[in-house]
């Protein structure tokens, strides 16, 4: 007589279950390591990081069982409600930025591509497990027990964990071959995770905020571009005055989680410095916006990058940029400044950047 599958299932779990305080523990860590590769993942745009990403989904994957283990073991005290203690709030609540953190990434892992209210999932994601750290913190900190000595025993725990890890794994590849064989639209997703959006020109592509920059329409008119700082001669060009002859194809990928790829044109920013002509010192190229938005390159890598007009063959709409917007390649969209009027070449880079994307449009 073969085993039923729910006992199956059930016994090769407690196979893997570590000792509740190391469950507690491995929660408490793997959740401090997703949000730290979570963030830095959002910096990155090159290939060659995709392990981050890997180990981010694998992670969270892992935290799906180690949190059903808990949750196993605690439920009596959410369900009786005479074991409520004020605390029970505290718990309760981290509890639901958990498993929301958990669904919302899930569901963007496996591929699905739906908008709550307005914002992507993978939003939606980052908004939980933001929400998940200071409350696990403290979560923590009103039953804080450290790990026992007979909780470790090192070979069946490196065991369980690996086990842990490689069911996480094989999970993630597993759904990466359905998507694929099933075609399904997240079959198309980037190592980023961003999934496409199709087609040429300004109607092609959402526009998007870091977090509340939008300005009034600019008056191309009116508008200048300003070109100062380690160079010999500042310049001020109006609109007609640019000479418009950079043209590529760029992908963009924003870390809401679509990229898209599409002919930019307009002017080379090697062309602007060496009209300008540059000073030896000059190490950083600092684009900023009309809303004082801004963010800076290598000068060798800003030499390569677009100050782009248009996109298809539209100019660009005032939403994605106009009159002028960064097209850095290779870099994640947050860094695409938009409605740049000046470009500063500086002797260093510009930390204070990453704060003001974050509070930049705020009154
Ligand atoms: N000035 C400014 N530039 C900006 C932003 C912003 O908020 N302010 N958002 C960035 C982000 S997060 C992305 S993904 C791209 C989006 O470009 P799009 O709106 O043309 O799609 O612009 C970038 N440039
Ligand atoms: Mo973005």
Request: proline content about 6%; aromatic content about 10%.
């Amino acid at each position: 007589m073969g085993k039923r599958p729910g006992s199956l299932v059930r016994g090769s779990l407690a196979a893997v279950r570590p000792p509740p305080r190391l469950v507690d523990w491995s929660i408490f860590a793997i959740v401090l390591f997703e949000a730290v590769s979570g963030l830095v993942s959002f910096t990155i745009g090159s290939p060659s990081a995709w392990p981050l990403f890997w180990l981010h989904r694998i992670f969270g994957l892992t935290l799906v069982v180690l949190l059903g283990f808990k949750l196993a073991r605690v439920r009596h005290r959410l369900t009786e409600s005479g074991r409520w203690r004020p605390t029970t709030l505290l718990s309760v609540l981290s509890l639901v930025a958990a498993l929301g953190a958990l669904a919302t990434g899930v569901a963007w892992a496996v591929g699905l591509d739906v908008r709550i209210a307005y914002w992507t999932l993978l939003s939606v994601h980052v908004g939980f497990g933001l929400a998940l750290v200071p409350l696990m913190v403290w979560h923590l900190s009103t039953r804080f027990r450290l790990p026992r000595r007979q909780d470790f025993d090192r070979r069946r725990t490196t065991l369980k964990y690996s086990a842990l890890l490689v069911g996480g794994a094989a999970a993630y590849r597993a759904q990466e071959v359905a998507n694929r064989l099933l075609e399904t639209p997240g079959a198309d997703r980037r190592f980023t995770g961003s999934q496409p959006r199709r087609g040429e020109g300004n109607g092609s592509f959402p526009v998007t905020s870091w977090v509340a920059d939008d300005p009034e329409p600019i008056d191309r008119a009116e508008w200048t571009l300003t070109v100062r700082g380690e160079v010999e001669s500042p310049l001020e060009y109006a609109y007609d005055e640019l000479s418009l002859d950079g043209d590529e194809r760029a992908l963009l990928d924003c870390t809401s989680g679509w990229y898209t790829v599409q002919r930019w044109r307009g002017g080379r920013v090697g062309d602007l410095l060496d009209a300008a002509g540059v000073r030896d010192e000059a190490e950083y190229v600092r684009f900023v916006s009309v809303t004082g938005y801004r963010w800076s390159l290598p000068i060798e890598e800003a030499r390569d990058a677009l100050l782009a007009t248009h996109v298809g063959d539209e100019r660009l709409s005032p939403g994605h940029g106009a009159p002028m917007r960064l097209v850095a390649p290779g870099r994640r969209g947050f860094q695409w400044v938009k409605w740049v009027d000046r470009v500063d070449v500086r002797r260093r880079g510009d930390p204070a950047q990453w704060l003001v994307t974050l509070v930049s449009g705020f009154e």
